[in-house]
T-cell receptor, first 113, second 114 residues
Framework: ETGVTQSPTHLIKTRGQQVTLRCSSQ?????VSWYQQALGQGPQFIFQ???????GRGNFPPRFSGLQFPNYSSELNVNALELDDSALYLC????????????FGPGTRLTVL | AQSVTQLGSHVSVSEGALVLLRCNYS??????LFWYVQYPNQGLQLLLK??????LVKGINGFEAEFKKSETSFHLTKPSAHMSDAAEYFC????????????FGAGTRLAVHP
């Protein structure tokens, strides 16, 4: 069974640029959630996708957007990067509904200069 | 709105000593409760979770936690710390009626000394 994978591992961008992060969900999971973890803080929920539709969103501006594909993999896109976007971005997959465990990937470390 | 408070951003124990990491939550309904561990430069790994039923939950690596509704707490314990337990620990809640969004505390960094 393959776990959650994310790419790239590290990324350096400059302010104003756009970035795309990728996530492959664990086999059998149809729900993907994205979290932002700033240095020294707990992860914060960005949004969740279920069967290719956004299923819920946290307190993040519209320049944070996402996609989910038919194979349930997902992308997180961030436009007009700001310095405060520097963080570890975590992807988690789960089966829909209930208290099903979310399985996290290793994350993508984004640095905005 | 739900929230999670982890008391103590840093906890230091000696190898073999009791580990106690504190977590209190605020929620209008009894939430689902989770503890995750994060090792350096890695993602989050589930230690244990409480949904319904028995309030004492046993997890991996010898950890356990007890849900106390009257105290709105879900403290994590381990009887005897091991050097390999050194990591960041996060308590999280989710709304049973919601879509399984996790709300995390700020985390507690556990150091284990020989």
């Amino acid at each position: 069974e393959t776990g959650v994978t994310q790419s790239p591992t590290h990324l350096i961008k400059t302010r104003g640029q756009q970035v795309t992060l990728r996530c492959s969900s664990q086999s059998g999971h149809n729900t993907v959630s994205w979290y932002q973890q700033a240095l020294g803080q707990g992860p914060q929920f960005i949004f969740q996708y279920y069967r290719e539709e956004e299923n819920g969103r946290g307190n993040f501006p519209p320049r944070f957007s996402g996609l989910q594909f038919p194979n349930y993999s997902s992308e997180l896109n961030v436009n007009a990067l700001e310095l405060d976007d520097s963080a570890l971005y975590l992807c988690a997959s789960s089966s829909a509904g209930g208290p099903d465990t979310q399985y996290f990937g290793p994350g993508t470390r984004l640095t905005v200069l | 709105a739900q929230s999670v408070t982890q008391l103590g951003s840093h906890v230091s124990v000696s190898e073999g000593a009791l580990v106690l990491l504190r977590c209190n939550y605020s929620s209008s309904v009894p939430p689902y409760l989770f503890w995750y561990v994060q090792y350096p430069n890695q993602g989050l790994q589930l230690l244990l979770k409480y949904t319904t039923g028995a309030t004492l939950v046993k997890g991996i690596n010898g950890f356990e936690a007890e849900f106390k509704k009257s105290e709105t707490s879900f403290h994590l314990t381990k009887p005897s710390a091991h050097m390999s337990d050194a990591a960041e620990y996060f308590c999280a809640v989710s709304d049973p009626g919601g879509y399984n969004k996790l709300i995390f505390g700020a985390g507690t960094r556990l150091a284990v000394h020989p």
